[in-house]
């Protein structure tokens, strides 16, 4: 007997523990324990109540989900109607609700209000007897709704039995239920890559959840909740203000928004729409607009209600996020790196707060995914500054002969080839030096440093050159005058003269460095130094084919078809022959034959500071040597070259027994293989 009190007393502590560590992080949002800890609480409980089953209790932590599905909800009569509220959508509705209000009370100066975020979830009633869970209600028609209690026990953030003191005997509350937004986002993804079926947006995804009929389906849905009033409360009397009712809330452990505040007047009201407004796309959950409340109680009972709405509180929407609209047709953007997108383009509609007539639908999969036409009835949506998005297509909508969208086999700018690499989602324009799309991505790439090194030709130049219709394709650069240059904006004479001497120096480069600068995607650094000493000139990589580009170090099928994609296009190859026309040029001489790299099959890292050259000349030195420069050290490295400051590579090189050159035993092996 001894031994099964105190097992009892060990299992009624584990509970309390655990209440608390609930009530700390669902509803203070200040946990003091970690999730290991939590978890371990959790499964000692579990552990005791397998082996003790009678002590097991219908509040304990661990009976979320445990009852058998059902075959049906029951009906449950509201103690007290589950109410509507009334709408306004603009200021003057707004303005006119606070003078009706104060009308009614008889007071002339501004009155306080509660201000709330208006939750787009699902509205629910929870009923504590002696401060445990007994009911869970939908709001149903407002007199009657389902009995959902064995799904709101799933819900984490709902206690199974309230905390605190001076707890009533019989407590009613009215709340929301809600998917946080990451978790939405987070559980279509997973349901999207399986198969399943995906929520249009988490109102419906929290509505579908609370009507399983398997509770051990709810459980696997992440849902929170927040509650907002109290409605009934047998045997402790109610706060005397609205604002006070959130903290009898909070002490007894059920979860509250934490956006709740009191304003003064409707100039308070308005402050607080606008503010809310603002973080909305920032806040963890949905909200459709903002809830407003007379703060006192009894001016609340007072004002009393009209119709199936209480007189004293409104609902001031935000402008709606997603509406119904229909698409004209389905068109492919390019994009600066070639990408192809296809946009919906739409019946204009007015959502969000604006009139939109686009909408992405990202990629070929997403089209495919949600069947999307043209000629569909679709719901779109948008957020914020978030580009508005085609959210699910009204099957039932549908006009009769709508086709599959098909991807484009030629880029709707330039006409280059369009392609699909395997195992990728984004499809590409091939035509990158001469698709007016990509030509300051292009260009940018050509300039940078580690390709033709044009010093004073940046970003913002290049952004200009291409706006004021100067450049057009990469080889016009080396057609820019003098005059041309200096009347552009923050450009002078000097800066001009520096800028066309720096374009004839680029003109003398290596062939590594040209291919490297061509923008092939796929072609780094150290495969444009394999094609150069491979192929040994340009014009017999132009022509090789995909099965010989494979047999290159570093190049795979993907990039071999990249590659020979790049060279099958017309308008590139154009390209090509206006920039060796202009005079960009290498000595044969600094192309290596493949049977000349005395390094080949090499690999060195490079570490801390070189003094007489910097470490990316040095790594383009061993690379024309046919050796093979790594960002780490591995058994397999042949030597670490290691400079001034030099950090943990050098620790590991030591470590692996690598051999370590310095700077003066770098230059000598360089010179001398």
Known sequence: ?????????????????????????????????????????????????????????????????????????????????????????????????????????????????????????????????????????????????????????????????????????????????????????????????????????????AAGSLRQLDPRVTAQRPLAIFCYNIVRSVGVPLAVEQQEVFTQLKNWGLRV?????????????FEYYHKTQDMRDSLPYEIDGVVYKVNQLDWQRRLGFVARAPRWAIAYKFPAQEELTRIQEIVFQVGRT??????????????GGATISNASLHNMDEVQRKDVRSGDWVFVRRAGDVIPEVVKVVQERRPAGTREVSLPKHCPVCGSDVVRVEGEVVVRCSGGLFCSAQRKEAIKHYASRRALDIEGLGNKLIEQLVECGLVEHIDDIYDLGIEQLAGLERMAEKSAKNLISALEVSKKTTLARFIYALGIRGVGEATAQALARHEGTLERLMETDVESLQQIPDVGPIVARQISIF????????????????????????????????????????????????????????????????SSVSKKTTAVIAGENSGSKLSKAGSLGVEILNEKQLMHLIENV
């Open 257 to 269: 928004c934490p956006q709740n505040e009191v304003v003064i007047g409707s100039i308070g009201c």
């Open 567 to 630: 060279f099958d296009q017309v308008h590139n190859r154009e390209i090509i022959h206006k920039l060796r026309k202009a005079g960009v040029q290498w000595p044969q001489h600094s192309v290596v034959a493949a049977q000349d790299t005395p390094l080949a099959g090499n690999t060195y890292v490079l570490t801390g500071t070189l003094e007489g050259l910097t470490r990316e000349e040095a790594k383009r030195r061993l690379q024309v040597l046919g050796a093979k420069v790594s």
């Open 1 to 205: 007997m001894g031994e099964d009190k105190g097992v009892k007393k060990q299992v009624e502590t584990l509970r309390n523990s655990i209440r608390y560590h609930n009530y700390r992080y669902y509803v203070l949002d200040d946990p003091q324990i970690p999730d290991s800890e939590y978890d371990r609480l959790m499964r000692e409980l579990q552990s005791l109540e397998k082996k003790y089953p009678k002590l097991v209790t219908v509040d304990s932590p661990t009976q979320r989900v445990g009852a058998a599905p059902l075959k049906a909800f029951g009906g449950v009569e509201h103690a007290v109607p589950m109410l509507s509220l009334s709408n306004a959508f603009s200021e003057q509705e707004l303005i006119a609700f606070d003078q009706r209000v104060r009308e009614r009370l008889g007071i002339d100066r501004p009155i306080e209000y509660t201000a709330e975020p208006k939750l787009d979830g699902l509205a629910v009633s929870l009923t504590y007897r002696e401060g445990v869970l007994v009911q869970g209600a939908t709001r149903g028609d407002g007199a009657s709704g389902e009995d959902i209690t064995q799904n709101i026990r799933t819900i984490t953030s709902v206690p199974l039995r309230l905390v605190g003191k001076n707890m009533p005997a019989i407590l009613e509350v009215r709340a929301e239920v809600y998917m946080p937004g990451k978790a939405f986002r987070e559980f279509n993804a997973q349901a999207g890559s399986r198969g399943e079926k995906t929520f249009v947006n988490p109102r419906n995804a």
């Open 338 to 351: 070639g990408a192809l997108t296809p946009v919906a383009k739409l019946e204009p509609v007015f959502v």
